[in-house]
């Protein structure tokens, strides 16, 4: 099984639905991230948790949202859907490393708004 | 001025090569400076890490760091068909949280 485990894997919807992304991890660790893949702009920063007080937005938080529902889990909400969102977004986790620490990214949940 | 600029290509290179892809960053306070290599439809992972200037080699791979300058440099020596994927450079930029270029795209031709 994969430390970080991000699902749905896939998902098509609608313009306007509320839809959540899921990430579980069994690393330990207690830092966690989510990030956005599109075509020609890299990984771009939606929010990062470094426990489960604190959170914090990153580049692109807008019309997202976040909940750390415990250490393992980080969960990412799209409260109303548009299709500028359409991307593959990426799940990472690091330890408490201060800024030497490696990202462990989850295998990507693509989605696709109509 | 994006804060982590990188070519996005493709850079073709003929295997045996050496690939070279380069990396500049704004942000004159940046400490620590890696390389993520993304294999099409697969996730980001990490293959060097480099924090004092200078050159740093593992392998096939060597990274090279010049504060001044603001750059960071990954050279792949003997480059194979298995090396091509797209090579991320990522920096922390004051947030606290590692920032992505866009990648450069390495082709290496058999």
């Known amino acids: 099984d994969a430390d970080v485990t991000q699902t749905p894997r896939n998902r098509i919807t609608k313009t306007g639905k509320r839809i959540m992304l899921e990430c579980s991890q069994t690393k330990g660790h207690d830092r966690m991230y989510w990030y956005r893949q599109d075509p020609g702009l890299g990984l771009r920063l939606i929010y990062y948790?470094?426990?489960?007080?604190?959170?914090n937005k990153g580049e692109i938080s807008d019309g997202y949202s976040v909940s750390r529902q415990a250490q393992a889990k980080f969960s990412l909400s799209l409260e109303s859907a548009i299709p500028n969102q359409t991307a593959l977004y990426f799940c990472?986790?690091?330890?408490?490393?201060?800024?030497?620490?490696?990202?462990?990214f989850g295998e990507g949940s693509r989605l696709t708004v109509l | 001025q994006k804060e982590v600029e990188q070519n996005s290509g493709p850079l073709s290179v003929p295997e045996g090569a050496i690939a070279s892809l380069n990396c500049t960053y704004s942000?004159?306070?940046?400490?620590?400076f890696f390389w993520y290599r993304q294999y099409s439809g697969k996730s980001p992972e990490l293959i060097m890490s480099?924090?004092?200037?200078g050159d740093k080699e593992d392998g096939r791979f060597t990274a090279q760091l010049n504060k001044a300058s603001q750059y960071v440099s990954l050279l792949i020596r003997d480059s194979q068909p298995s090396d091509s994927a797209t090579y991320l450079c990522?920096?922390?930029?004051?947030?606290?949280?590692?920032?992505f270029g866009s990648g450069t795209r390495l082709q290496v031709q058999p």
């Open positions: 948790s470094f426990d489960v007080k604190d959170i």
């Open positions: 480099i924090y004092s200037n």
């Open positions: 990522a920096l922390y930029t004051g947030r606290r949280a590692l920032t």
């Open positions: 942000d004159r306070g940046s400490q620590s």
């Open positions: 990472a986790t690091s330890e408490h490393r201060g800024q030497t620490g490696e990202l462990f």
